[in-house]
């Protein structure tokens, strides 16, 4: 900018030093012809302005040009520190997400279902338990003895009923059955809460599950939700069985899924294998135009081979058998002359692996999980896991542990309240989860019979605390700190926690439901305790034996 200014000042300077009429010269004299040079002094006058507008414009440019320059350069400055701002920032949001994974880790292989302490629980169930007068030792001592004890006395016997005739209904199965088409059909092994000596609600039912296998040259082939591959958040807890040849590529060969033209030839498969009439398929229990075995189809199988089997074994008992439930192909019942029955559950179901995990291909008594994906997705049960997981932590405890009786107090009381107000989104399976939960982070001696109170509380305030975050874990699914005596496959261990109480989150009204009838049944409790529980006088109230539990 200076410099322009110079340059028109000295264009000035110039023009008046050199103008005739200012300076004149010496012994000059004024031109004759004044018109001619006024003409002249215009045309000066005029180049001299086109001059100046010239310099003007220059200066004009060089200075946008510098604060074109000056811009760009704090531009340039401007992205250097924002790039330097934004690459601390994604370092510090990387570590933060590491450190979130690390503790997720380090979360689910700890404590991964939270019990929660003492101040925890009972700021959570201040309201529910205000005004409940609970039971004291005396009280559910006698309610236990009375209730519990004096109808559970004829389990025994009944499993050992129900356990030989199932043996030889199965027997009389597989003799009717086609070896070579026919599904094989293995022993019986009993499941569930008349197995785990806790069940207290009659009738009584035994619930026994049937593994199945394939026809040679097939085999199963499953896969689960957590085996790597993505399954959307309603399938999982299930999986599927791929029926397939033993001698079939697992991953599968490009001669299925191309067609080689009539001059090729497969080397690894005949053109015998490679082409499955879907009949065949079918007779499999398949899916129709698929390999995947459909449960519905084994539903309708199991029921038509049982009815064939008890045609042929019927002459040799005293005793009518008949299916109780439609929906239910193995819910059966045996009928005496007398008009007394007895009700008890044949499932079939496909192992998994070499494991004591089984897909279940329906559930006698809905509740335990929700209507199926599709006839195709079986849900996984650990019933075998959890009946040995009680039986191997049960001699840790202490002589007449109080464990069992937890639960059954808890499952009368709950199944009396749901008499009351109708059926909750609560199962005796969540019941029993709480208690596992309990088993494992509860020291052994605090499962003493004289603190059978105390233990039930904590159940109770457990199962509120799930039930207000909607969040109850299945006890195996995720849990890294099951025990290695009972060979739980690791791929179970290491996925991610299974939410029991997943449907509340979906379905706000069962939600509701089921924590209105759990709080109705608190308020209740005092009331169903006491009418199943012989008077006791209050002098008498710490003379009661402990031993009665």
Not at 149 to 157: N, P, S, W
Not at 311 to 340: M, Q
Request: aromatic share 10%.
């Amino acid at each position: 900018m200076p410099v322009g200014i110079f340059r028109v000042c000295l264009v000035v300077i110039t023009a008046i030093v050199n103008h005739p009429l200012l300076f004149p010269k010496e012994n000059g004299t004024v031109p004759e012809n004044t018109e001619e040079i006024i003409q002249k002094m215009k045309e000066r006058e005029e180049s001299l302005r086109l001059e100046q507008l010239r310099l003007e414009q220059e200066i004009a440019a060089q200075e946008a040009t510098q604060k074109a320059l000056e811009k760009a350069a704090e531009v340039v400055e401007e992205s250097k520190k924002e790039k330097v701002r934004w690459d601390m920032w994604t370092a510090l949001s990387m570590v933060i997400f590491l450190l979130i994974e690390l503790w997720r880790q380090d979360f689910q292989e700890g404590n991964w279902q939270d019990t929660g302490g003492e101040e925890d629980d009972m700021a959570v169930l201040g309201k529910a338990f205000k005004g409940v007068a609970f039971p004291d030792k005396a009280v559910l001592a006698s309610f236990y003895e009375k209730r519990i004890l004096g109808t559970t006395g004829d389990m025994a016997r009944m499993r050992e009923m129900v356990e030989g005739f199932a043996d030889d209904l199965l027997e009389a199965l597989r003799s009717v059955c086609n070896r070579d088409a026919d599904m094989e059909v293995e022993d019986c092994m009993g499941v569930g809460s008349m197995y785990e000596n806790w069940r207290v609600r009659k009738p009584f039912v035994c619930d026994l599950i049937v593994p199945f296998a394939p026809p040679e040259p097939y085999c199963f082939r499953s896969q689960i939700w957590c085996s790597g591959d993505s399954f959307p958040p309603d399938e999982q807890g299930y999986g599927t069985i791929k029926v397939c040849r033993a001698d079939e590529d697992v991953t599968g060969c490009i001669c299925d899924k191309t067609k080689l033209g009539e001059d090729m030839l497969c080397l690894l498969h005949s053109q015998a294998n490679t082409t499955r009439p879907s009949g065949e398929m079918e007779d499999l229990l398949c899916f129709k135009n698929t390999q995947y075995l459909d449960a519905d189809q084994v539903m309708k199988w199991f029921q038509i081979a049982v009815t064939k089997a008890w045609n042929r074994i019927s002459h040799k008992y005293e005793f009518d058998l008949s299916f109780s439930l439609l929906d239910s192909p193995g819910a059966l019942k045996i009928k005496f002359r007398s008009g007394k029955s007895i009700a008890f559950n044949l499932t079939p179901v496909v192992q998994y692996e070499n494991s004591d995990v089984y897909f279940i291909s329906h559930f006698p008594r809905r509740g335990l999980a929700a209507d199926l994906p599709s006839s195709t997705h079986w849900f996984l049960t650990f019933a075998v896991y959890e009946r040995r997981f009680i039986q191997l932590v049960s001699k840790t405890l202490p002589a007449n542990a109080c464990h069992v009786s937890c639960l059954q107090i808890l499952s009368f009381l709950h199944g009396k309240q749901c008499t009351l107000t109708g059926p909750s989104g609560l199962t005796n399976y969540h019941l029993k989860t709480v208690m596992l939960h309990l088993l494992q982070t509860r020291p052994s001696q605090d499962w003493a019979p004289e603190k059978l109170e105390a233990r039930l509380q904590d159940m109770l305030k457990f199962l509120e605390k799930c039930l207000h975050e909607k969040k109850l874990y299945h006890f195996f699914v995720g849990n890294g700190k099951v025990p290695a005596e009972l060979s739980l496959p690791i791929i179970f261990q290491r996925a991610e926690p299974l939410n029991l109480f997943r449907p509340f989150v979906l379905h706000r009204d069962v939600y509701r439901k089921t924590v209105d009838t759990f709080h109705e049944m608190l308020r209740n409790m005092p009331a169903l305790i006491n009418e199943y529980t012989v008077h006791i006088p209050v002098a008498h109230t710490n003379g009661i034996h402990k031993e009665s539990l």
